[in-house]
């Protein structure tokens, strides 16, 4: 049987599932009202469910291989919601969790093979320049960049980053060492007005 979660570790636990990759206190508190933060969070990086990272001063979180097998475990309980049914609405999310896991077995399916449902590119170049630069507004290089987006195509990514130079929220320039650009430079570059770009900068928000 999973280990047994408080409500609020619990409710983390399923954002974190069905989100792709990283994502930061700030946001998850913007978009669904949560923080991990203190003896919570402590609790489940102990448990090395979570591993957590101080990105701009600001906890970022991600499922580990442990976390998602114990995800993987509790939505397939047709037990009561841990540790003990308090809400109903929190009672119903258990039932219906119980209802998909029927048709994922009967189909050999685990959550991970069709979650998270889709990638909000833009965090993702936002955490993965966090991750490189120094210090806000720090020129780094879009091949740099693009190396810590996984599988996230390219096209998308162009398109993200020429909107984020449109508004003004990047800053996108050409390496002006044109002997110093390797063949990965040239590839990563995107083109803005003609012209191909190969750094970026993003200023604290």
């Not at 998850?28 to 102990?46: C, H, P, S, V, W």
Request: charged share 30%; with cysteine.
């Amino acid at each position: 049987m999973a280990q047994r979660l408080g409500h609020k570790q619990t409710a983390v636990m399923f954002i974190l599932m069905g989100y792709a990759g990283e994502i930061s206190n700030r946001e998850m508190k913007a978009r669904f009202g949560y923080t991990l933060d203190g003896k919570e969070r402590r609790e489940l990086n102990d448990l090395q469910f979570v591993r957590s990272e101080i990105v701009s001063r600001c906890f970022n979180h991600e499922l580990t291989d442990s976390g998602w097998a114990w995800c993987d475990e509790e939505v397939r309980l047709a037990t009561p919601p841990p540790p003990a049914a308090k809400s109903v609405i929190v009672a119903a999310q258990y039932q219906l969790m119980s209802v998909l896991v029927s048709g994922m077995e009967r189909r050999r399916l685990r959550p991970a093979d069709f979650l998270p449902f889709e990638v909000d590119v833009e965090q993702r170049v936002r955490e993965a320049y966090q991750k490189l630069a120094q210090a806000p507004g720090e020129w780094v290089g879009l091949a740099r960049l693009r190396s810590l987006l996984g599988d996230v195509p390219t096209e998308e990514v162009d398109e993200v980053l020429r909107e984020l130079s449109r508004t003004r929220q990047v800053r996108l320039v050409p390496e002006s060492n044109r002997k110093a650009l390797t063949p990965a430079d040239h590839e990563a570059a995107v083109r803005v007005g003609g012209e191909g770009n190969h750094l970026i900068s993003i200023e604290a928000s």
